[in-house]
């Protein structure tokens, strides 16, 4: 009989996660993934496969957890749900170090096919997101001059990524503030 697993699939990807944040790809060891979860880095090669393998298995926990019709909180509006779930998705990024660490992932992820593959099906799918709430708020009458829903989608996933990207080379003032008030800018442009 196989001995239960003493630690999770979830808490070694979650030890993953914080490690990249703190480090970046760069600095990102099995080692230092294993100090953080309280095992070995032997461990994370069973479970993982290898540093890519789970690299890959975070991005697969990454894109699984952008829902794609996420539904309002109690009382919120659908304009509303679509600030909280485009402007507040950069919490975990607002931090300058943590931000530029995000960064050098991305840079990373572009330099393997399978995880830039990834990349693309989570954008794709926070893009679908996106249209999905801006659909519900074109029809509820708060965006009446916006474009189509997949036109505002891409509008908007464009502005904040490119936002934050510009934010990571020039951390002046607060990431959410700023991608607060950009979000409000081209709202205005729609209401």
């Known amino acids: 009989m196989a001995r239960p697993r003493a630690t999770t699939d979830t808490a070694l990807l979650d030890a993953a996660a914080a490690v990249l ?4 790809s760069a600095g990102f060891t099995l080692e230092l993934a294993g100090q ?4 070995s880095a032997a461990t994370l090669v069973k479970r993982f496969g290898s540093k890519r393998g ?7 926990r990454w894109i699984d957890s952008i829902d794609p019709d996420p539904g309002s909180l109690p009382g919120e509006t659908p304009l509303a749900t679509l600030r909280r779930l485009s402007v507040r998705s950069y919490t975990d ?3 300058p170090d943590d931000a530029a660490n995000h960064v050098s992932s991305l840079a990373a992820d572009l330099g393997d ?9 989570g954008w794709h799918r926070k893009r679908s997101q996106l249209e999905r ?4 708020a074109i029809d509820a009458g708060e965006l009446p001059n916006a474009p189509t829903p997949a036109t505002a989608a891409r509008t908007l996933f464009s502005l904040l990524e490119g936002s934050f990207l510009g934010w990571t080379v020039d951390p002046d003032g607060a990431l959410l503030s700023i991608l607060d008030t950009e979000f409000d800018n081209l709202i205005a442009s729609w209401t």
């Open 21 to 24: 944040a703190r480090t970046g």
């Open 36 to 39: 953080q979860a309280g095992v």
């Open 54 to 60: 789970l690299l890959i298995a975070s991005s697969q």
């Open 93 to 95: 990024h607002s931090r």
């Open 113 to 121: 096919p399978e995880l830039t593959r990834l990349l693309a099906l």
């Open 133 to 136: 709430l801006i659909s519900r």
